[in-house]
């Protein structure tokens, strides 16, 4: 269920050990009660997955992305040794995943931090041969020095990869405005920036600055999704290839004045069209 449940950062331990083991294990309450939230339950009946399961808690310390030009997040996928990614420079692992802010390519990280980089892509590499499938890993850097978070395999028959659009392979006639990539697929309907603005009752497409948990039962109830902000691994492209809805993000300001319009969103090539397909 990614994204379904709480995560919490930035959790303060006190001094004492009594206060510790409570500022501790009320996060860990919230976390387990979010099983029950509206997002969550959502989610179920989406993918007709059962309440009676549950969930478990990772509790970990932090590193921190923002502590100047030297740290930073970001998110890498390797796939037969090519590694791709994106990189926020100077900021927390949230502002990436919310789609806060537009992050740059892992060649960024490749001239600021040339020798983070390599360091990044080496690890990349031996994580892909050693489990023997295509994987996703997030990382933050502090300081110059490289931390992976969380490694995860992907889908060996999806090209876990942030697409490459070739240029002048975008804006073709009748197209508004265009984003990255982030969900395949081709879907038409209402620019609405929440499902009870549509007067029409026909399919809606979700448009917003960023998209954030809550957001989820709305995400899972449109054709497509359009966001201003936000990268390849922001919360609305990660929730809709997930479900499979097609998405565009970082699109830019232009976004909002799609709203109360007919269009057709192309997650493949990132393009956003008047009117229906």
């Not at 100047?68 to 970001?74: L, P, Q, R, Y």
């Not at 992907?154 to 240029?167: K, W, Y």
């Not at 609305?236 to 809805?245: K, L, N």
């Amino acid at each position: 269920m990614p994204g379904m449940l709480d995560t919490l950062l930035n959790v303060e331990i006190p001094d004492s050990a009594r206060g510790s083991l409570a500022g501790l294990q009320l996060a860990i309450e919230q976390v387990i009660d979010s099983w029950s939230g509206e997002r969550a339950r959502a989610y179920r009946r989406w993918a007709g997955i059962g309440d009676s399961g549950g969930t478990a808690v990772i509790v970990q310390a932090m590193v921190l992305g923002n502590r100047g030009g030297d740290s930073g997040v970001g998110v890498a996928t390797v796939a037969k040794g090519c590694v791709r990614g994106e990189w926020l420079q100077g900021e927390q692992g949230d502002v990436l995943m919310t789609g806060a802010a537009s992050p740059a390519s892992l060649g960024e990280l490749a001239l600021s931090l040339p020798a983070t980089h390599r360091e990044l892509s080496r690890m990349s590499r031996r994580l892909e041969e050693e489990l023997g499938e295509a994987v996703e890993v997030e990382f933050t850097v502090e300081e110059g020095r490289l931390f992976l978070l969380q490694v995860r395999a992907v889908e060996a028959e999806a090209d876990p990869r942030p697409p490459l659009v070739e240029e002048g392979s975008r804006g073709g006639e009748g197209v508004l405005l265009s984003g990255v990539p982030a969900s395949p697929g081709i879907a038409s309907g209402t620019a609405t920036a929440s499902l009870g603005d549509s007067g029409e009752g026909g399919p809606v497409v979700l448009v917003r600055e960023s998209t954030a948990p809550a957001d989820v039962p709305a995400m899972l109830e449109s054709v497509a999704v359009v966001t201003a902000r936000g990268g390849f691994t922001s919360h609305a492209a990660v929730i809709c290839r997930e479900a499979g809805i097609p998405c565009v993000v970082g699109c830019g300001a232009g976004a909002l004045a799609l709203l109360d319009r007919q269009v057709t969103v192309n997650g493949s090539t990132g393009d956003i069209a008047g009117g229906r397909a």
